[in-house]
């Protein structure tokens, strides 16, 4: 048969040994077919991209999802009462209080896919910047009212100064100062500013809003979530559909600060103030939002530091810029919270949740927005078919129920199950420092980063990392050579991902081990014939 799902994917793929079916999948185990028909198990370090924080097919959750299903519990009853989805709105915000240290709510939108959450956020604080810039509009002109009737009644004046500042000269007497031929006395005096104050917050006001996110940063591939997306590979042939987003270096607070200054400039609003009109300054929200993970995932594993976390909540609340914190892959306890966020001290405007919120089982992902920042109205103007369904709210709160048990005995794992990777690692790049370049992460999200094998003895294996491959050629040897898959961070090949379950065992641990250290061996020496990979 004819591959026409993603054909080209598959080729790629297999060009580095990784197109295998798999036909099922059990904790931190997936199986595929061997030749004789029976399985073969291979131990799963990408875990779903994160999306398995309990496993393939925990026994609990796909319990549930039996009963859902053998209860006919309906999926589409849109546009009606939805009790599970407040239920797992008001879990999760009991969640994030306690984290945050915060009672203030947060009021959910749901989603299918960490995008989609994502685009949520977005447009709700596109929604949330129109509305706070129209409140300033219309006391604009209200304020240009009371002036324009104060200056007719002979209770103000225009002084020089305006204009000076306005960098427009006066009318004189008898001089048209408008198009409507407006005598160029007071009257007029005060109507040539009001058209000057008016064309520049026209122009202002109709800019573009500015979109903040971080270099390295991945956000999805949706039409707008890819151009807040760092990498240019997946932006750029979209450029012309693109959002106005300007990308923060990581831990570069300078630059935080320049843009603030560049940005800010407010809009006019005229006043009298002891009989003199004067230019008061109304500040112009023109940022939409500034999206960041606590760590970043396709970027190639890269935490957000406490300090430069400070920074960014300094600059939201100085700009006011909503904050649109991205936890689809970090969130759901692989840090040992809900919120990865959370051990920095940084409190979200936004929460973007998916992955893991589905237990490996549901599309299910949850926009959070807090109470000062909500627009009742874009509930009305945004929606998603499958979105808020049944089953995949129970199966959410089943998740929720599963990682809050026993004083959050699932947090606990993660830390734990997490340093004993984390040290693993540190010991092989202890090992062969010429080959491994840098370990990262938190918890059970961690990278493997080798040097550049761009200028390889080995022509093959420079090659591959010439072209983009190394990630992917190591990560099919590990799967055909030693039956361990994981994959390169989309936005960095040259490391790896580590992100697997709670129930990751000290045996998975050592057989990850002697494999990493079979790849360090075979670059080292530049022996390419032994990559199990094919020729």
Do not use: W
């Amino acid at each position: 048969m004819s591959e026409l799902a993603e054909p080209n994917l598959r080729a790629l793929l297999a060009t580095a040994g990784l197109d295998v079916e798999y036909v099922r999948g059990e904790g931190n185990t997936l199986f595929r077919r061997g030749e004789d028909g029976g399985e073969i198990p291979v131990l799963d370090f990408a875990g779903g991209y994160g999306s398995l924080i309990l496993g393939h097919n925990h026994p609990e959750i796909v319990a549930r999802a039996q009963r859902l299903l053998a209860e006919q519990s309906p999926v589409h009853a849109q546009f009606s009462s939805h009790p599970y989805a407040n239920a797992l709105a008001a879990e999760l915000n009991r969640i994030v209080h306690r984290e945050t240290g915060t009672d203030e709510p947060y009021y959910a939108t749901f989603a299918n896919s960490g995008a989609e959450a994502v685009e949520a956020a977005v447009k709700h604080a596109e929604m949330d910047r129109v509305v706070r810039l129209g409140a300033i509009v219309a006391d604009i002109a209200e304020g240009i009212d009371e002036v324009r009737t104060a200056v007719d009644a002979g209770l103000a004046t225009v002084p020089d100064e305006v204009f000076a500042r306005l960098g427009i000269p006066r009318p004189a007497a008898g001089q048209d100062a408008t198009e409507g031929g407006v005598d160029g006395g007071a009257e007029g005096a005060m109507e040539a500013v009001i058209a000057e104050v008016t064309r520049r917050n026209e122009e202002r006001s109709a800019e573009a809003p500015v979109l903040l996110a971080l270099e390295g940063g991945f956000h999805g591939k949706l039409m707008g979530s890819v151009q807040l997306t760092h990498n240019a590979g997946y932006r750029t042939p979209f450029a012309a559909l693109g959002l106005r987003t300007r990308f923060v270096p990581r831990d570069a607070p300078d630059v935080l600060r320049e843009i603030l200054e560049q940005e800010r400039r407010p809009l006019l609003r005229p006043a009298v103030e002891d009989g003199e009109v004067r230019l008061v300054e109304r500040p112009h929200p023109a940022f939409c939002a500034f999206l960041l993970e606590p760590i970043q995932g396709e970027g190639g594993i890269h935490p957000l530091s406490k300090e430069f976390a400070r920074r960014i909540q300094e600059f939201g609340e100085a700009a006011d810029c909503p904050l649109v914190v991205d936890e689809v892959q970090s969130g759901m306890g692989r840090t040992g919270a809900l919120l990865a966020s959370s051990h920095l001290g940084l409190r979200g405007d936004y929460y973007a949740l998916a992955k893991s919120l589905g237990g490996g089982i549901a599309k299910a992902a949850v926009m959070l927005v807090r109470e000062a920042r909500y627009q009742p109205h874009f509930e009305l103007v945004h929606s998603s078919t499958f979105a808020k369904d049944s089953f995949s709210c129970h199966i959410a709160l089943k998740v929720l129920e599963l990682l809050e048990a026993d004083g959050g005995r699932v947090y606990r794992q993660a830390v734990e199950r997490g340093a004993a990777l984390e040290t693993m690692l540190g010991k092989v790049r202890a090992g062969y420092p010429d080959v491994v370049k840098d370990v990262r992460g938190s918890g059970l999200m961690l990278g493997f980063e080798f040097h550049d094998q761009s200028g390889a003895a080995s022509e093959a294996i420079g090659e591959a990392a010439r072209s983009g491959l190394f990630g992917y050629v190591v990560a099919g040897h590990l799967l055909n050579a030693h039956g361990i898959r994981t994959f390169p961070t989309a936005s960095a090949v040259h490391t790896l991902r580590f992100e697997p379950s709670v129930f990751l065992t000290d045996e998975d641990i050592d057989r990850l081990e002697r494999a990493l250290t079979d790849v360090c061996l075979i670059l080292r020496d530049q022996q390419a014939h032994r990559l199990a990979v094919p020729a």
